[in-house]
């Protein structure tokens, strides 16, 4: 159906940092997946090539107008080869913010070779040590020359890799968060449950003003009423709350986490109660005065989970689970990255394999 | 106090397309303007250097979060040289994206200095047919290469030049606009009056959903009530209603025009009315419907002035001023477009000669 992927490799590889040295998002292994789209021939010409610069034109549509798309997910080296964890979903995600972006869907099939293919031929920079994975970013950059202001009739689909250190060296670890009352993430009817560049450049200010005040991440609260909950820094956000679990329900302006809806697929087959809902800040801190607060992290491809230690909402700095992880992230921590690695049984048939050579 | 720009000339120059040939933003000029920025040396290495691709490594940030801004304008050619209209208006909100978007700020008269630069380098360029002109795109890109989401350390400043054509080659006419309810531009809080591609990427859906129904442009209402009017599609907006002048307040999320500010400049001067204050659809629906909707138009660098003929507002097809452009938009039009060209006095020093060789 698609085109065969053509494989140019790089005349000698690059000098790979041992396990122990890595970092996250600034080592790139030697090759990289493209693939190009027109009108005439849609998308075409895939291959994995040396990692090379990207030449664009001055007046290529994305270095004006942010039409672009990205995805995120990790391959995680297991006994007979490399595990992919739900890339379908993530295929999914990519052609529901390409929808919203007016740029040209993808077989979703072809997501995943692709991802395989560029994965397969770099495998020697998939780490071995516990809790590094290989980061797999895929991303379509406008690239039509052409200052006028529509969708591109050009594109350029980009998968680079990088081999990425564990998010926790010493073990998961709670943060400081600070609730934003001024900044806005995204609105209903805007792009804020699309994985798009704009989304995350609005982010910044806020991200910024809540570091200087010695915080890790902002909490966000929605462009309404701006009252109700949406999204911790670039994660999903939990609560256990009189011991439910608590979660905003997506609503537009939401990301739709992949590991937001595996970790509520996990807590229904624990038997916990899940309510998917608006939550107000205020409930969040009437529950906190009331000590029904129990428990608040984060979920996200690059964390997995997130725990919240402190949430300071207006100079109320409420303390949760006395800045401790608690029992909840820590077992969806522990089960999901088992999981993800193969060292624990996947009953959800989540995990991919990738067979390497 | 800044370095001196250097200059580095084509071998060969570009045929350059007849005056009579040109449409926008496909055709660039022979060189382009560039700066880079880091931490440790600020804004440095401005050159003047053959139009030519950017080489972005595919992890540069800009390929992935959208840390951008932009800005445009024109030069239009004049007797003794060019004309620049307000530049020093674009170097301030130049500054004010980029501390929107946690982009360092560069010195606005270097940033006007540098356009004057540019355009003396290409003055051949700028086409002297009536209604054509130099458009003028400066942007920035975030450009460190890294994953991780934070403000860039790095980032490349570029202008890029290319000569258009009349923008109404035969004479303003009126435009079919759509009232989007369904999608959001910007919300208080967000990046609305900030001149960066995430903006423009979320606006692209409604407009492509508004030209399916055979409309021109969309107006956007504000993102929280979905009932005041923000834009018409990249351009402010004005009514005249009963005699008066009304356009929406920035708010925050509206983007503040320097051809709108030039407006309400010139009809205060002119002893109008002008109200700047929020305007509810239901408001504009109700004038229409008692006879009082005079006229309504958008302003903006490209059109200047681009009359309304018709607002689609869920079905109710409001046709304004027998779909003919309306007096005062006429008057606006011509004048402004007078003094930008040198052709009618400039009593407010808008314009700013760049002598040429």
Sequence with gaps: MMEEIKVEKVDKRKARPADGE???????????????????????????????PLELDPAAACCHYGQTTFEGLKAYRSNNGALLFR??????????TNRRMCIPEMDPEFF????????????????????????????????EVYLGLKPSSHYKFVIIMSPVAAYYPQGIKPTRIYVETEYVRAVRGGTGSAKTGGNYAGSLKAQSSAADKGYDEVLWLDGVEREYVEEVGAMNVFFKIDGKIVTPELGGSVLPGITRDSVITMLEDWDYDVEVRKISIEDIAQAYKDGRLEEAFGTGTAAIISPIGELNYNGLKMEINDFETGEVASKLYKTLTGIQTGKVDDPYNWTEEIPLD
């Design 22 to 52: 890595l970092s996250f998002g600034r080592t790139f292994t030697d090759h990289m997946f493209t693939m190009e789209y027109d009108e005439n021939k849609g998308w075409h010409d895939p291959k994995v090539v040396p990692y090379q």
């Design 87 to 96: 890339p379908e979903k993530n295929a999914e995600r990519f052609n529901n």
């Design 112 to 143: 995943v070779q692709a991802i395989k293919e560029a994965v397969r031929v770099d495998q020697d920079w998939i780490p071995a040590k516990e809790g590094t994975s290989l980061y797999i970013r895929p991303f379509i950059l406008a690239n």
